[in-house]
């Protein structure tokens, strides 16, 4: 028997194993034009321990958080062009960054300026001369709470792997990637068979433990950065990076022969086999778009079916 693991434990091997690897220290974007306020707070926040990326404008601020993914933005209040403010309320219109901290700082620090930076949306606001005490407490809390959402909604608690959200946008990073550096990659999705009968005959609970079981192999049968999510219900979905169709499908009918001969037991004792069947399509040979890929792979996750299941066609 696995010893059970502490909530965080879980969490942390979680986002290991599934193709979501956060940077263990603390990433800030620092958005500042001022020479000599950028090597001030970023030696200091190098010092106590976070990485720290530097824009000199905001122009870009909805792509450089893309690539980037920090846990949080200073952004100054008085950059030429898009300043601070402006920048900020660009970060809120994008729902992938509601919830990303943003502190501003300024040289400014009147009722008005502070007024005028929380409107826009930013979290924090800090006035030059700047304490680092105070940078680094503000800081510190921001990135903790930060950190705790995001792992609460990129973590599916019964398979332990991503959610769909957390899945999508990394598919967005890599499908970027991929082009610039044209390397491959497959999509598979995976759907199990007559599930459910399973819930039928042995109970919704029973069921549960089969879609846990499943998630396990998933996690482990794969290499870190191949993506591993659950698509929703009974459904996974798997970004295989640097693999062609034919590959991808080595792989996946290899685990799925593992979880075939997987005994499982119902409530009275009985024991039972499941399978599932997938459906897998290739980048660019089939489309360059993630809902191109998607429908691809479904088409062929039903044509899996039609002939029988427990097979993945490509
Ligand atoms: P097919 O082989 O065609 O996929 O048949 P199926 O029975 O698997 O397909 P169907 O879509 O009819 O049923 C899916 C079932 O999956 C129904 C639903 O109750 C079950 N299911 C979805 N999510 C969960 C879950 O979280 N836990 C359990 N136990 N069952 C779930
Ligand atoms: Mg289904
Ligand atoms: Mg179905
Ligand atoms: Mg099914």
């Known amino acids: 028997l696995e010893k059970p693991m502490e909530r965080n434990e879980f969490l942390e091997s979680a986002r290991f194993m599934t193709g979501l690897r956060r940077a263990a220290k603390p990433h800030v974007l620092l958005v500042e034009d001022d020479p000599h306020s950028v090597s001030e707070i970023r030696s200091y926040l190098e010092s106590i321990g976070m990485a720290v990326s530097v824009r000199e404008s905001a122009a870009k601020i909805v792509q450089d958080l893309g690539l980037l993914d920090p846990d949080v933005l200073i952004v100054s209040a008085t950059l030429p062009g898009v300043n601070g403010l402006d920048a900020c309320r660009i970060v809120r219109a994008t729902p992938r960054f509601h919830d990303l901290p943003v502190i501003a700082i300024s040289t400014q620090g009147g009722t008005r300026a502070r007024v005028a930076g929380f409107r826009a949306g930013v979290d924090d606001f800090l006035t030059k001369p700047i304490a680092r005490d105070e940078l680094h407490a503000r800081l510190a809390i921001r990135i903790e709470r930060m950190r705790r959402h995001r792992e609460r909604a990129d973590v599916d608690l019964l398979t332990g ?108 004792g009985e024991e039972f086999h499941s399978t599932f069947s997938g459906g897998i399509a290739e980048f660019d040979t089939d489309s360059d778009q993630f809902e191109g890929l998607m429908r691809v792979a479904d088409e062929r996750l039903y044509q899996a079916k039609l002939a029988g299941r427990n097979r993945i066609a490509i």
């Open 161 to 268: 792997l991503l959610t769909r959200r957390a899945f999508l946008e990394q598919v967005s990073l890599r499908i970027s990637e991929s082009r610039r550096k044209r390397r491959e990659f497959a999509l598979c999705i995976i759907d199990l068979d007559r599930f459910k009968e399973v819930n039928d005959v042995h109970g919704h609970l029973v069921g549960d433990k089969v879609l846990a079981q499943l998630g396990r192999l998933l996690k482990n049968r794969f290499r870190h950065e191949d993506l591993r999510c659950r698509w929703g219900g009974e459904e996974f979905a798997i970004l295989l990076v640097d693999e062609g169709a034919v590959t991808a499908r080595q792989v996946v009918h290899r685990v799925l022969e593992e979880f075939r001969e997987i005994t499982f037991h119902g409530d009275t």
